[in-house]
C-alpha cells in the first residue's frame, strides 16, 4: 500500500490539525510499502526537514503561502501532475477539494475530517452526498459519531463512513510528575487547589464560563494555559487575582501544568460545537485522560462519547455556571471520587493512543482497497431535496445576517446526570 497524504496548511504548525492529520500519517506510514506528505513550503524552508518532521518524503506543493484560499486551490490543482500521485494506490487527505480533483483524475481518496460539513454549510449537502459516493472515495474518517451521523442523514453507505476517535502521544507524559512535585516545578503552593484549562485562550473557546466560575470561587487557582497575547479573555481575567493565565507551552512545558492539577478542565459550553463550529470532540480529552488526573466536562452530544459522568469524569450541565461551580466543588473536595474518576479515564486512555488510531485507519483502508462488494446508495427523493433547500436557505439567512460561514446546528440535549448534591 502506497499513500499520498495531502496537507494543505505549512508546517510546523501548532494547530491542532496540523497536529491530527501529521502524527496520524507518521502513525500510519510504517504500516505502508511507501509514504510522502504533499505539503506547501514557505520560501526557504527545508524539504528535508518537513520530511523528517512527519517521518516520511516531503514534496514541495505548487502553491503559494499566502492567501489561504489561494494556497488551498493551488494544493489541489497541483497535486494531481506529480509524479508520486501517479504512484501511490490513494491519496489521503483532509480538504474535499484536493479530494474532489484526486478523484477527477483518476485517483482514490480517504477524506479524514473532524468537521460536520453537511450541518455546518447545508448547500454543500448534495455535492458530499455524489462526492463520497463516488466509488473511488474509500473512506471518509471522522472524528466523532456527532460528525458521521450527519454525514449518514444524507443516504451515503454506513461502510464509508467510520468513526475513528483520536488519539493522544503517551511520550508527551513522561517522565510522570506528582501532584505535589508538579506545582513546585510551576510555581504554586503544594496545599493550592487548581484547576487547569490547557488549550488556545480565545472567546471561542467557552472560557467566560471558567471566569465565572473563577469570582465565584476565590479559593481554587483556575490556570488556563495557552495564551498568544492580550485577547478579550485575558482582559477579562486580569483583574481576578485567582486566574493565572499562561503562555503557549512547549509539549515539556504543558507537561508539568497537567500534572499540577487538581482537575483538568473542558469548558462546559455549547458554543465551540454549536456558534463556532470550531470544535467537535476536543482533542485535549484523550491526552488528559491518560495523565491520571478527574476530568471536569460540559454534558454535551460529542464530549459523550468518550466521557461518561461519574465513571471517568464529571460533566456538568453546559453553560451553567452553578452547575459547574457545584461539579468543581464535589470533584476538588471528594478525595476518594477524584481518584475513581482519574484512575478509570487513565485505564480507558490505553486504547486511545495515535498509533492505536492509526492501526484502526489502516484496517480500513487495506478493507475497502480490495474488490469490493458492490453497494447502492438511492437516489435522492423530493423530500431530500426540499430539506436540503430549506436548510440552504436557513444558513444563507444566517451568513446574510451575521456574516458566518458556520450555521449552528439544532442540539437535542439528553442529559446523564443532575448536578452532584454530594462528596464522597
Known amino acids: 500500500m502506497k499513500i499520498l497524504f495531502a496537507f494543505e496548511n505549512p508546517l510546523p504548525s501548532t494547530e491542532a490539525d496540523a497536529e491530527v492529520f501529521i502524527t496520524t500519517a507518521k502513525c500510519i506510514a510504517p504500516l505502508t510499502a511507501q509514504s510522502w506528505l504533499h505539503v506547501p513550503m514557505a520560501r526557504g524552508t527545508d524539504a528535508r526537514a518537513v520530511g523528517t518532521l512527519a517521518s516520511m518524503a516531503a514534496v514541495h506543493a505548487w502553491a503559494p503561502v499566502r492567501p489561504a484560499a489561494l494556497r488551498h486551490i493551488c494544493c489541489g490543482l497541483g497535486i494531481v501532475w506529480r509524479r508520486e500521485f501517479r504512484q501511490a494506490d490513494l491519496v489521503y487527505t483532509r480538504n474535499l477539494w484536493v479530494a474532489w480533483m484526486a478523484l477527477l483524475f483518476g485517483q482514490r481518496v480517504v477524506f479524514d475530517h473532524y468537521r460536520p460539513w453537511p450541518d455546518q454549510i447545508p448547500p454543500l449537502q448534495f455535492w458530499l452526498y455524489r462526492l463520497i459516493g463516488h466509488p473511488r472515495f474509500l473512506l471518509n474518517i471522522c472524528h466523532s459519531e456527532y460528525t458521521r451521523v450527519k454525514y449518514l442523514s444524507l443516504g451515503i453507505p454506513a461502510h464509508k463512513l467510520q468513526c475513528v476517535h483520536n488519539g493522544f502521544e503517551p511520550r508527551r507524559l513522561q517522565p510522570a510528575l506528582s501532584l505535589a512535585g508538579a506545582k513546585e516545578q510551576i510555581g504554586i503552593a503544594p496545599g493550592q487547589t487548581t484547576i487547569v484549562y490547557t488549550g488556545r485562550i480565545n472567546h471561542k473557546k467557552g472560557l467566560n464560563l471558567v471566569i465565572e466560575a473563577a469570582q465565584r470561587m476565590p479559593e481554587i487557582l483556575f490556570v488556563l494555559v495557552g495564551s498568544y497575547g492580550h485577547g478579550p479573555i485575558e482582559q477579562s481575567a486580569k483583574a481576578i487575582p485567582n486566574i493565572r493565565i ?108 495515535w498509533d492505536a488510531r492509526a492501526q484502526k485507519i489502516a484496517a480500513l483502508i487495506t478493507s475497502r482497497l480490495q474488490p469490493p462488494v458492490p453497494v447502492r446508495h438511492g437516489a435522492w427523493n423530493i423530500g431530500q431535496f426540499r430539506n436540503w433547500a430549506r436548510q440552504s436557505l436557513r444558513w444563507l439567512v444566517h451568513l446574510v445576517r451575521n456574516h458566518s460561514w458556520v450555521l449552528p446546528p439544532v442540539i437535542e440535549m439528553t442529559a446523564q446526570h443532575t448536578a452532584p448534591t454530594h462528596r464522597e
Open 246 to 353: 499562561v503562555p503557549w507551552q512547549s509539549p515539556d512545558g504543558l507537561r508539568r501544568y497537567i500534572f499540577a492539577a487538581d482537575a483538568l478542565l473542558i469548558p462546559p459550553s455549547l458554543q465551540p460545537l454549536t456558534e463556532f463550529g470550531s470544535t467537535v470532540l476536543p482533542l485535549k480529552i484523550f491526552l488528559y485522560m491518560a495523565s491520571g488526573r478527574p476530568i471536569i466536562a460540559g454534558d454535551t452530544p460529542d464530549v459523550r462519547e468518550v466521557l461518561k459522568h461519574n465513571h471517568n469524569a464529571l460533566l456538568c450541565q453546559p453553560d451553567n455556571v452553578e452547575s459547574l461551580v457545584a461539579t468543581i466543588a464535589s470533584v476538588t473536595e471528594g478525595t476518594a471520587l477524584a481518584q475513581r474518576l482519574a484512575e478509570t479515564a487513565q485505564t480507558e486512555s490505553r486504547d486511545l493512543t
